[in-house]
């Protein structure tokens, strides 16, 4: 049986974020809040945990999975980036947007897209989410918490808990959120491309 805090949305209490950092770092599989719906996330090293979140959600090796960052300084350590990108990265975050770079050494290979080497880099402006980030001290891999065959990202705590509940280890209950998940703006060669129109507004890449 999963954990299951609730939450403040707006002054996320620290002894529970405290508390979420730890089961995250004992390799644990968490279910957070974001400005678009919710994520399930696992520390960046911990196969284990990622394994269990592709065969939750499942996914494939195709899929491109998200670095959650508190901000755009943790960028040049785990995506190449040139001026142009970084540019639109920085007037765009934080925000409803996943970004799709070329990834670095410092990204395990099995979180690359095998064949493009890319590595999805998101800030969000949720302010749970970003106690996580603060607290764990380095950035969350994560993935939009979309179930079955739906596009949309699941949104209320409690049908989240009724269907996860004996698969993750944390259900983080932050409120009801949108359903849509993020715009994915895929920068990896050069001009950007929308992969997926989600929450975030496309006008801002449309060259």
Not at 32 to 53: H, N, V
Not at 75 to 99: M, Q, W
Not at 164 to 171: A, G, N, T
């Amino acid at each position: 049986m999963s954990q299951f805090f609730e939450i403040h949305p707006e002054n996320p209490q620290a002894r529970l974020i405290q508390q979420s950092v730890q089961i995250i770092r004992k390799s644990g599989v968490v279910v957070y809040p974001t400005d678009s719906g919710y994520a399930i996330g696992c520390q960046i090293g911990d196969k284990a945990a990622a394994d269990r979140i592709c065969q939750i959600r499942k996914i494939d090796k195709e899929h491109n999975f998200t670095l959650m960052c508190r901000d755009l300084s943790e960028l040049a350590t785990y995506a190449r980036v040139d001026n142009d990108a970084f540019r639109l990265l920085k007037n765009n975050s934080p925000g409803p947007y996943t970004f799709i770079l070329k990834g670095t050494k410092e990204v395990p290979k099995r979180l690359l897209n095998p064949k493009r080497k890319t590595i999805g880099i998101r800030v969000p402006t949720n302010r749970i989410a970003m106690a996580l980030l603060e607290e764990l001290n380095e950035p969350l891999m994560s993935t939009s918490l979309i179930l079955g065959e739906g596009m949309l990202a699941e949104s209320d705590p409690e049908e989240i808990r009724d269907k996860l509940e004996k698969l993750v280890d944390l259900i983080i209950d932050g409120g009801h959120k949108g359903e849509e998940p993020t715009t994915v703006v895929d920068l990896s060669e050069g001009a950007p491309t929308i992969r997926r129109e989600g929450s975030g507004d496309t006008e801002p890449f449309d060259f």
